[in-house]
């Protein structure tokens, strides 16, 4: 299975944008990238998903270079609210199979 | 909306002892796994299912079997019951991209289970 590296934490202050970005050097052609958000004692919630090039949600954009081995979770204005673990996986549509890394606790400061 | 129903939501083993942690969804989804999450780590796959009478191992199977007789249930057995068993349990469910879905996953709010 391809595996995601995070980094382990970052810390921000309410109205800036965070920009997470996760490698994922053996990325299969039909793996998707996704990205979940998970607070304390919450099961994971999905934020946001794409192939290649940039997606846009209401939350969320995320970013992928042509060459799909990384890609970049950015988060616009965080509140303290965004405070939380992030996720970057792969979606392996061959296997079926998520599994998720390590993720990526982010800090928001007043 | 129920979504993904996990049973118990908190439980206390004695070692060696088995239990069956159900799991319920009701949106119809194929795919179905089990994760479990110790304090402070990430999410470790246990087994997963892409349709009912399908089952396939995760990164940690041991200690643990699944069955999938329909597609709306998806429970997880512990066998004999150990301290290294206790974590918090997260079911999930969802469907792939191409496959007519989003390819988000839809989780539970967790069983926390103790082993002592």
């Known amino acids: 299975l391809a595996k995601t590296t995070q980094p382990i934490s970052m810390d921000s202050y309410e109205g800036q944008e965070v920009n997470i970005t996760c490698s994922h050097n053996?990325?299969?052609?039909?793996?998707?990238i996704t990205w979940y958000q998970q607070f304390p004692s919450q099961g994971p919630r999905f934020i946001i998903q794409?192939?290649?090039t940039k997606v846009t949600n209401e939350v969320a954009s995320l970013f992928i270079p042509a060459d799909r081995k990384s890609s970049t979770l950015s988060l616009p204005r965080v509140s303290l609210s965004d405070t939380a673990v992030y996720y970057c996986?792969?979606?392996?549509?061959?296997?079926?199979?998520?599994?998720f890394g390590s993720g990526t606790r982010l800090q928001v400061q007043p | 909306n129920a979504g993904v129903t996990q049973t118990p939501k908190f439980r206390i083993l004695k070692i060696g002892q088995s239990m069956t942690l159900q799991c319920t969804q009701d949106?119809?989804?194929?795919?179905m796994y089990w994760y479990r999450q110790d304090p402070g780590m990430g999410l470790k796959l246990i087994y997963y299912?892409?349709?009912?009478?399908?089952?396939d191992k995760g990164e940690v199977p041991n200690g643990y079997n699944v069955s999938r007789s329909t597609t709306e249930d998806f429970p997880l057995r512990l066998e004999l019951a150990a301290p290294s068993q206790t974590s918090v349990y997260f079911c999930?469910?969802?469907?792939?991209?191409?496959?007519?879905?989003?390819?988000?996953?839809?989780f539970g709010e967790g069983s926390r289970l103790t082993v002592l």
């Open positions: 996986l792969l979606l392996d549509t061959g296997r079926r199979a998520l599994t």
């Open positions: 299912s892409v349709g009912a009478g399908i089952t």
């Open positions: 999930a469910s969802g469907s792939v991209p191409g496959a007519g879905g989003t390819g988000e996953l839809f």
């Open positions: 794409g192939y290649k």
């Open positions: 053996n990325i299969a052609t039909n793996d998707y």
């Open positions: 949106m119809n989804h194929n795919y």
